[in-house]
């Protein structure tokens, strides 16, 4: 059974400061792995789709990295703001029509 | 355009009460899901829609009802609510076939409050 954690479970850095979200999957046989924003109260906004044969994926000042092998996802994300505030999930899906396992989340707060 | 959408956003309702959630998405996927997060913030799966026909459905009590009239639909409909089911419950739909794989589209969420 596929399990998703997610280190740490809340971060609060300054503004400016590069930061790193990991995600980490017991079951290496994944499809894809997608990388979301929720805001408090709002539902999830897609960041970033790594499709497994991928290695990173780049937006704007997000990058995400993926090591099947290891079973290790990280979101980078550069020159903090603090509009990044906010909750940041990892899922991953095995194949199409299949279950999206979601790792518990990353409470990011960025402070002007 | 909205691309899932949920409806009602909130939903506030007594113990014992039944109630619907309504999910549409324009974007044409076959796949559609309901995941409850409760106050934990935790995303869980309850079920799973493929072109009208359940292909998940987890350990979720037979008083929660999906029904899915056609490809773009699917509603949730709760019987004999209880306090526990008071959470937020988001519906998603990923397309079943195309170059990037599967992949999740949400709606909004609808806040379930029951008193």
């Known amino acids: 059974k596929q399990e998703v954690t997610q280190i740490p479970a809340a971060l609060s850095v300054p503004e400016g400061e590069n930061l790193v979200l990991n995600c980490s999957f017991t079951?290496?046989?994944?499809?894809?792995l997608q990388w979301f924003r929720q805001d408090p109260g709002k539902g999830l906004t897609s960041l970033l789709l790594?499709?497994?044969?991928?290695r990173e994926q780049t937006s704007g000042r997000l990058n995400a990295s993926l090591d099947k092998s290891s079973g290790r996802s990280t979101l980078y994300i550069a020159a903090s703001q603090p509009g990044d505030s906010a909750t940041y999930l990892c899922?991953?899906?095995?194949?199409?029509?299949?279950?999206?396992?979601f790792g518990p989340g990353t409470r990011l707060s960025v402070l002007p | 355009d909205t691309a899932v959408s949920q409806t009602p956003k909130y939903l506030v309702t007594q113990m014992g009460n039944d109630k619907s959630i309504k999910c549409e998405q324009n974007?044409?996927?076959?796949?559609m899901y309901w995941y409850k997060q409760d106050s934990k913030k935790f995303l869980k799966i309850m079920f799973s829609?493929?072109?009208?026909?359940?292909?998940i459905n987890e350990t979720v009590p037979n008083r929660f009802s999906p029904k899915s009239p056609d490809k773009a639909h699917l509603n949730l409909h709760i019987n004999s609510l209880e306090l526990g089911d008071s959470a937020v419950y988001f519906c998603?739909?990923?397309?079943?076939?195309?170059?990037?794989?599967?992949?999740?589209?949400f709606g909004e969420g609808s806040r379930l409050t029951v008193l």
């Open positions: 829609y493929n072109n009208k026909e359940l292909i």
């Open positions: 079951d290496s046989a994944i499809y894809n």
């Open positions: 974007l044409g996927h076959d796949t």
């Open positions: 790594i499709q497994s044969s991928q």
């Open positions: 998603a739909s990923s397309p079943s076939g195309g170059a990037r794989g599967p992949e999740l589209f």
């Open positions: 899922a991953v899906s095995r194949n199409y029509g299949q279950n999206f396992v």
